[in-house]
């Protein structure tokens, strides 16, 4: 049973450039949460997800973040003109359940570098 | 603001010794969970505390929580190298509406 898939691992862009992260949540899992870390810090939360559905995205930037989890394939977290500040690991997670009452399941990351 | 914030910042001890590691958040909460995350890799998660109960066991782990301090505690009895990483607690308020808050976690190094 696959754990949380997420790719690339690590993502160089340039300035202005889009980047897009992909997350394909454990087998059953129909909930996906995507966190940022910046090094040394804590996850901060940015969006939650249900299969077709944004249901939480206050953690999110209002520009130039989106995020879409299709009925089928990954959920995709999108960063348009991206700049030197959205250089930071990205982490998906994923759930069975609604709301925070149970564990979360975390891929490796994308660990966006942008120059 | 930061909901959970861990104590100390960086903990290194010798093999076998115990580690113990502290969360203080701010606001009410229905549980609380600690995740160990190894450099470069994700957060696995290691234990759930509800508000309802007190302490909990899982192996070598020892999880406390008192609601009216507003804080928990993660103990690691009988360190091994394998166990430096960092500790982040998570609470399940002051984030999004259904997004757990994590403190900015404990770096602990094991000394062999």
């Known amino acids: 049973n696959a754990g949380v898939m997420q790719n690339p691992r690590h993502l160089v862009r340039r300035r202005g450039q889009e980047a897009r992260l992909r997350c394909s949540p454990m087998?059953?899992?129909?909930?996906v949460y995507w966190y940022r870390q910046l090094p040394e810090e804590g996850l901060k939360f940015m969006v939650y997800?249900?299969?077709?559905?944004?249901?939480?995205e206050s953690g999110m930037p209002k520009e130039r973040f989106s995020a879409e989890f299709p009925k089928e394939g990954p959920s995709i977290l999108r960063i348009q003109q991206v700049v030197r500040g959205d250089s930071a690991a990205y982490f998906c997670?994923?759930?069975?359940?609604?709301?925070?009452?149970?564990?979360?399941?975390f891929g490796n990351g994308t660990r966006l570098t942008v120059t | 603001s930061q909901q959970g914030e861990e104590d100390p910042q960086a903990l290194s001890i010798q093999e076998g010794e115990n580690a113990t590691m502290n969360c203080s958040y701010k606001?009410?909460?229905?549980?609380l969970q600690w995740y160990r995350q190894n450099s470069g890799r994700g957060l696995v998660h290691l234990i759930l505390?509800?508000?309802?109960?007190r302490e909990k066991h899982s192996g070598r782990l020892r999880v406390t929580l008192d609601t009216s301090k507003k804080s928990s505690s993660l103990l690691i009895t009988a360190s091994r190298a394998a166990d430096t990483a960092s500790y982040f607690c998570?609470?399940?308020?002051?984030?999004?509406?259904?997004?757990?808050?994590f403190g900015k976690g404990t770096h602990l190094i094991i000394q062999p």
């Open positions: 997670a994923s759930s069975p359940q609604e709301g925070a009452n149970s564990p979360l399941h």
């Open positions: 087998k059953g899992h129909s909930h």
């Open positions: 997800l249900q299969k077709e559905n944004i249901i939480d």
């Open positions: 606001t009410s909460i229905n549980n």
């Open positions: 505390i509800r508000s309802n109960e």
């Open positions: 998570a609470t399940d308020s002051g984030g999004g509406a259904d997004g757990l808050t």
